[in-house]
């Protein structure tokens, strides 16, 4: 085992370099980061009007190749809440006469990954395959996109599925705690919907119903196509026109969307979860959305309020208080309008001195920012991007980004620097315009026995006690 | 190579989590299809491994350090402890202040981490490939010299007890590898896990804190490993510059000795907790990682639950409908391990037609020598892994340093492939009979609560 290395390796047992001693007082001063040199994004359209978006990228022989369509479960009709998510699940199940187990088996042997997954808004077919194996994969790949059989054995097996999954919801405190903070901040909106439906509309849900939203809204003018990896422009085009300029469909989807209104604001929900090891809390409000000229100040600030390890939520309620194995908080932000989340796991017997630390915390940024704070977090903000593009999958994610809100081209260029320009008062002007503490929701699951009283003593607004089967219905039947 | 740790920060929330059963890590190997990772590895005066990987493509550098000590050199009443003080590790130096450790690598616009197993203690920074110099700044300091006083462990204590719960007590079946270690382990310290039990840290005082750090926490024990947008000849003056006036621990590092005896008979065990569907477990003991035998068995899991088209998922949960989720798991450890099988029933299915189903399953394997096919499908999956494996400097620099402290030749991350392909059919099918036995393993079964007989 301990045999020695190839040619390559050199092993110095003594080393001899005129080191200068270190001056350990201070952090080492050092010199201006490099920038970041990204390859461009080239554009190309196919014969049927699909965009294809492409960063090569040659260190791996891998490629990333994700195809997003413009539709999620915004689309579900009402009371087939979930469709869009079996819809995208099915895809796979069967295509073209090929079974589940069939087209499972050939991308496993490519050595293949294929995930399909469905948001609100968009959702996306992503392969990652080895360069070598791109032109099978892809005939799978369009198989399952242009010719899905959407058999009924798998239909019922993955109702089965999700009416399960809704069961274990009922002990998974981070599930309730997610699920509530939807339906209870965003109200009958579809952002307050559980994205996998209710056991209602999931058992309501047919065969026709998938077909029917399958040929509504697969549409190569509602979709486009992000590479990223080993191949070059020509090489791509030529393949993707073999498997996909034959997508013919004409039509896009325009999408209408009203703006989501907090239903609850003000209000605290304590869901009761007997004998639960913490609190879950989640608070929030609704937020703007992702295209406002805010989003590099509220980038900022949120760093300093939630988004970091020193961030003053997770300073205060882990490092001070130690409450918590963490605290944090994120802005979602959505083609229109979008939330604010603050959260935490806490200890049981200290639910409300957290929940006091939480609003002293919203309050507080609201009240002053130091430049010192400013500093670090544009800092940590900006300096950091260029880690996201590292591997194939996580730079796909970034075009994808790019394109879907139409963002400039030199955007990933120019986000650092924007980053840094962010001035004091944008910053302290994102807190007072988009934490409003008063305006939030709160949202505690744990026991209620043990944490009520303190809660209401609090007087923070109308405490409303609810049960886990106010949220997510009864178990149910099978 | 999958691991099971606890680490210093926690993940974010909001995500939908269908079933979370272990904390994994999953970290990997290179493969021969791929550019060779090239580096150089070193030692210095006072015993510190380098090893240093240069990968210009990004502007980022992954400045690490790995400790060879984990939750096995814990004594049985101190468990909990590697973990507890990898959270003290951050609490600064005479240079640098409560809280500041982390300030200043935020303001560099770095990230930092640690994280803890059964074998070792791993604390890395990612910094833009500027920053290298402040990297080595930070882990001299905790190395040369940490500060530990009384309220930064009063508070870590605090943290972690919270920390357990939200890992562990605060989720279904989060007992799960607690109940599994503590069943297949009798003597050996690998029958708790690296969270340990919270009892023990509250009694650990501050003199035991500080005899483990100058016991473990010595240069000779430590492995630092750097890979990114970094210039070798440069890094080593640098390295050189921070670490070559640590000293010497020059202690006798403890490792364990003890080696679990084979057991005897099958040990089963069902635990009523809040869930809604029975869970089947299987533990099987194997062999470490790095034998040829835990190669094998590499190639078996791969075949038994890689992908959708893996046999149990192909069986039990597509064919059969009688699970959610089936997997199966070698944990890789540095001592003899577990492979781990697990079921999920689907709504209505009986536990003991779970276990029958994933037994016939295993039977299968030791009777039948799986197809040329199935053979062929196995290794490219695994051929593929590699390929995707180390995509990230962080993930390089882990795997550089697990190859040598764990093996002593960091070159197995361009040609531990090798000894995988060197694994045959019959292998696979030997390796399941030789260890797949009723006597050699532990079978858990999670009830709901309300199965129970008062």
Not at chain 1, 84 to 110: H, K, S, T
Not at chain 1, 387 to 411: H, R
Not at chain 2, 411 to 419: G, K, Q, V, W
């Amino acid at each position: 085992m301990k045999k020695l290395m190839m040619a390559f390796v050199i092993i110095l047992t003594a080393l001899n370099l005129n080191a200068q001693k270190a001056d350990r007082t201070k952090p080492p001063k050092l010199s201006p980061p490099k920038s970041l040199q990204l390859p461009a994004v080239q554009e190309f359209t196919l014969t049927n009007g699909l965009k294809v978006y492409l960063m090569e990228k040659h260190q791996v022989p891998l490629i990333q190749l994700n195809l997003i369509l413009k539709t999620g479960s915004l689309n579900d009709p009402d009371g087939k809440e979930g469709l869009a998510d079996i819809v995208f699940d099915m895809l796979d199940e069967g295509a073209d006469g090929m079974n589940a187990l069939q087209i499972a088996d050939e991308i496993d042997f490519l050595g293949a990954n294929l995930n399909i997954s469905s948001s609100l808004f968009t959702s996306n077919l992503s392969l990652n395959v080895p360069v070598s194996k791109i032109n099978d994969a892809l005939k799978i790949f369009s198989k399952i996109l242009l010719k899905p059989d959407f058999p009924e054995a798998e239909l019922i097996r993955l109702k089965k599925e999700r009416l399960t999954n809704l069961m274990q919801w009922h002990d998974q405190p981070n599930e309730i705690a997610r699920v509530a903070f939807n339906k209870l901040l965003f109200g009958s909106h579809p952002y307050g919907r559980a994205e996998i439906g209710t056991e209602k509309s999931i058992k309501k849900i047919t065969r026709e119903d998938i077909v029917d939203y399958y040929n509504r809204y697969f549409l190569p003018g509602n979709s486009f196509i992000v590479a990223v990896g080993d191949i070059d422009k020509s090489g791509l085009e030529k393949l993707l026109s073999e498997y996909f300029a034959g997508w013919s469909k004409k039509g896009k989807v325009e999408y209408k969307i009203e703006m989501p209104e907090n239903v609850n604001s003000g209000k605290i929900f304590l869901i009761d979860k007997p004998g639960a090891a913490q609190s879950v809390i989640y608070l929030g409000d609704i937020a703007p959305s992702r295209t406002t000229q805010d989003y590099y100040s509220i980038n900022v600030m949120n760093t300093i309020l939630g988004g970091s390890f020193t961030s003053r939520l997770n300073n205060n309620l882990r490092e001070e208080h130690g409450y918590t194995y963490g605290a944090g908080s994120r802005f979602v932000l959505r083609p229109v309008a979008g939330y604010f989340i603050a959260y935490s796991s806490v200890q049981t017997d200290v639910t409300d001195k957290a929940l006091q630390e939480f609003f002293k915390e919203l309050n507080g940024i609201r009240q002053a920012i130091s430049q010192e704070e400013i500093d670090r977090a544009k800092n940590y903000t900006a300096l950091g991007y260029p880690n996201n593009f590292q591997t194939v999958a996580g730079i796909a994610g970034e075009v994808e980004e790019l394109v879907y809100y139409n963002l400039s081209k030199d955007y990933f260029n120019q986000y650092i620097d924007k980053i840094l320009s962010v001035k004091d008062e944008e910053v302290k002007s994102a807190a007072e315009k988009y934490i409003k503490p008063d305006k939030m929701i709160v949202v505690v699951v744990g026991d209620k026995s043990r944490i009520a009283e303190g809660i209401k003593k609090l007087n923070l607004g109308k405490v409303v006690e609810m049960t886990v089967e106010n949220i997510l219905g009864k178990v149910p039947e099978m | 190579m999958n691991k099971i740790s606890s680490q210093f920060i926690y993940g974010e929330p909001m995500k939908r989590q269908i079933l979370i059963l272990f904390l994994f890590l999953i970290s990997g190997w290179m493969s021969a299809q791929t550019k060779k990772i090239e580096f150089v590895h070193y030692k210095l005066d006072n015993g510190l491994n380098v090893i240093l990987h240069q990968d210009n493509s990004t502007p980022i550098v992954a400045v690490t350090v790995l400790y060879h000590v984990g939750s096995k050199n814990e004594g049985p009443e101190r468990t909990g402890f590697a973990h507890f003080f990898e959270h003290l590790m951050f609490e600064g130096s005479p240079n640098i202040g409560r809280g500041e450790y982390f300030k200043i690598v935020e303001s560099a616009g770095g990230q930092l981490n640690a994280n803890t197993s059964f074998d070792r203690t791993f604390y890395y920074e990612i910094l833009p490939s500027n920053q290298l110099e402040l990297g080595l700044y930070l882990e001299s300091e905790r190395m040369l010299h940490l500060k530990i006083d009384s309220i930064g462990v009063e508070t870590q204590r605090k943290v972690v007890k919270e920390e357990r719960k939200q890992s562990y007590e605060n989720r279904p079946y989060g007992s799960l590898l607690e109940k599994i270690f503590s069943n297949a382990y009798k003597v050996h310290p690998y029958r708790w896990i690296p969270i340990g039990s919270v009892q023990y840290i509250d009694q650990a005082k501050l003199d035991e804190f500080i005899e483990f750090y100058k016991t473990f926490y010595v240069p000779e024990n430590a492995t630092l490993s750097i890979a990114g947008d970094i210039n070798i000849e440069e890094t080593k003056k640098l390295v050189e510059k921070y670490f070559g006036e640590i000293p010497k621990g020059n202690k006798p590092i403890p490792r364990p000795e003890v080696v679990e005896p084979p057991q005897k008979n099958e040990i089963r065990e069902i635990v009523y907790d809040n869930v809604q569907l029975p869970m089947v477990v299987f533990a099987y003991h194997i062999p470490e990682q790095g034998t040829p035998d835990y190669y094998a068995l590499r190639l078996l899991t791969t075949l038994l639950s890689g992908g959708e088209s893996a046999r149990l998922q192909k069986e039990i949960k597509d064919k059969k409908q009688m699970a959610l989720a089936v997997g199966s798991i070698p944990l890789s450890l540095e001592d003899p391990g577990l492979f781990i099988v697990y079921g999920l029933t689907n709504v209505g299915v009986k536990a003991e037609d779970l276990e029958n189903a994933i037994e016939s399953e295993i039977d299968k394997v030791k009777k039948e020598l799986i197809s040329e096919y199935e053979f062929q499908k196995v290794r490219n999956q695994i051929e593929s892994d590699f390929v995707n494996q180390n995509s990230r400097v962080a993930g390089i620099a882990e795997n550089l340093a697990d190859y040598l402290v764990y093996f002593g030749d960091p070159n197995l991350i361009n040609t531990e492939i090798e000894r995988y392909m060197k694994v045959t059919r019959e292998d696979i099918k030997r390796v399941a009979n030789k260890y797949f036995t009723k006597e050699n393993r532990v079978v858990l079964y999670y009830l709901p609560k309300s199965m129970e007989k008062k």
